[in-house]
Each structure stands twice: as C-alpha cells, then as structure tokens.
C-alpha cells in the first residue's frame, strides 16, 4: 500500500478546526478526504501533525494517508488544487516511507501568533491577527521568554486536565516587532492542547506590566492553570512549520 505525504496552508476563519467532525463538514481534514476520496474512488482516512483548533490557521500542515491505488503524487496535487475550497491549498504530495504517520512521526513544530498592538487599520490581516492595542515592552517579554526555554511540565499552560504527561521541550521562543505587529514564534516538541495561546496571553500580560517577567517560572512546575496568563483568541494563531528527522 502506497504511503503519502502532503503539505497543506490553510485559512481556518471559517472551519471548525482540522479534526472531522459528525455534525458538519466544515473541517479541514473532512474537506481534504472528501477530495482524496474522489480522486482514489474509495474512502480516504488522512492524519495530520496536530489537530488546530477552530480559527486557526496553517503554513506548513503536514498529513499523510495510505491507499489501496498507487496514484502519481503529481495527480493527486492537481486534483486538490482544482477540487479544494480556495482558503485550502495543497502545497506538496509526495511519497512516504511505509511507517512515515505525520503525528507520530514528528520530531518538532512551529507556531506564530500575531498581535496587532495599535488603533492603525489593519484591514488586510484583520483575519490573521488579534488586535490588542497597548504598550508592551519587548525586551521584558523577551527575557521572560528565555525562562520558559526548556524541559518543563507546561501543565499550567493546558486547556484541558489530563493524566497524560504534559511535559515538553519549548526549544525556542522568538519575539520580534514588526511595524504595529508584534510577533511570538514557538518551536517545541509538542503542544499541549491551547499552550501556544496561554503563553502568549502570559507574555503579553509580562509585556503590559500586569505581572513580573520572574512570574514566568510558576508555568513551569506542573502548576495549576491560574498560574499562568489569559488565552488569547484563535484568529492570531498560525502553524508555520512541520519538522522530521
């Protein structure tokens, strides 16, 4: 059996999020299959990296999926391009090693949030950013930043209780300006469910003064949720990037 991967860029503003779902097809993954189930003529089960959340965008998703045909990867692009709705691109296809899954199988992630941080239109992103307009002292939120770099239990940073480990390695945090945007870059192992969104919300709180950048530790002991800073919408929130060794 033939074994796929395929990069994908979405605009998510208007689905439900990656992961299929009963009671609608407004999902990411519900569209792509939807489509590789008519180009190979028999249902199509696709697994991406991670399952974004509804509102959240994609640059770099990664998915792959095995079929009984053997398709030409080339055709198999043209047929998601002309098929796909336009805020859905298909990137790449390509063959896989046999045991290649594109959640498993992933060694690190990216992920960008941007914050619009004036009252100045931002007509034309208005969608891909949370416009929070303030004053937010860079070099503070960078020095927090560096606290959180590491091996910790980001338990404090999940939406949702689990009794799985909820330890990760963040191996960078990136915070640059932009004109008005301000611009937090994540690389890690893996997210818990909301991560990316609690730690943004906690730097921005750090950057505006509302808590110490010092506070920035007691996200990291397996704490509990009140421990750390506010979510910040989905809208903002982008996967950039896939990685596998």
Same mark, same amino acid.
């Given at each position: ?136 002292? &860079? $070099? ?8 959180? @770099?590491?091996?910790? #239990? !980001?338990? /404090? ?12 390695? &963040? $191996? ?8 008005? @945007?301000?611009?937090? #870059? !994540?690389? /890690?192992?893996?997210?818990?469910h909301h991560m990316v969104r609690i730690l943004t919300g906690t730097l921005l709180e750090i950057g505006r003064g509302d808590r ?34």
């Amino acid at each position: 059996m033939p074994n796929y991967k395929l990069i994908l860029q979405y605009d998510g503003s208007r689905y439900r999020g990656w992961q299929w779902l009963r009671d609608t097809d407004m999902t990411i993954q519900g569209k792509v299959e939807a489509v590789l189930s008519r180009c190979f003529e028999t249902p199509v089960e696709v697994q991406g990296s991670g399952r974004t959340d509804a509102g959240v965008h994609a640059l770099g998703q990664s998915a792959s999926f095995c079929t009984v045909r053997d398709l030409p990867p080339k055709d198999i692009l043209a047929a998601l391009r002309q098929f796909l709705p336009e805020d859905i691109g298909a990137v790449d296809v390509s063959y896989a090693a046999p045991r290649f899954h594109a959640r498993l199988s992933a060694t690190e992630k990216t992920y960008r949030y941007r914050v619009w941080t004036t009252e100045a239109p931002c007509v034309f992103d208005r969608r891909f950013v949370y416009i929070l307009p303030g004053n937010y002292a &860079l $070099s503070t939120m960078q020095t927090a930043s560096h606290l959180l @770099e590491g091996t910790h #239990d !980001f338990r /404090a940073c999940s939406a949702v209780k689990t009794k799985k480990s909820t330890v990760r390695t &963040l $191996s960078r945090i990136a915070i640059t300006k932009s004109g008005d @945007e301000l611009r937090f #870059d !994540f690389t /890690a192992d893996g997210f818990l469910h909301h991560m990316v969104r609690i730690l943004t919300g906690t730097l921005l709180e750090i950057g505006r003064g509302d808590r110490p950048p010092e506070s920035a530790v007691d996200l990291l002991n397996g704490g509990p949720r009140s421990a750390s800073g506010f979510t910040v919408p989905a809208k903002g929130l982008c996967l950039m990037e896939v990685r596998y060794d």
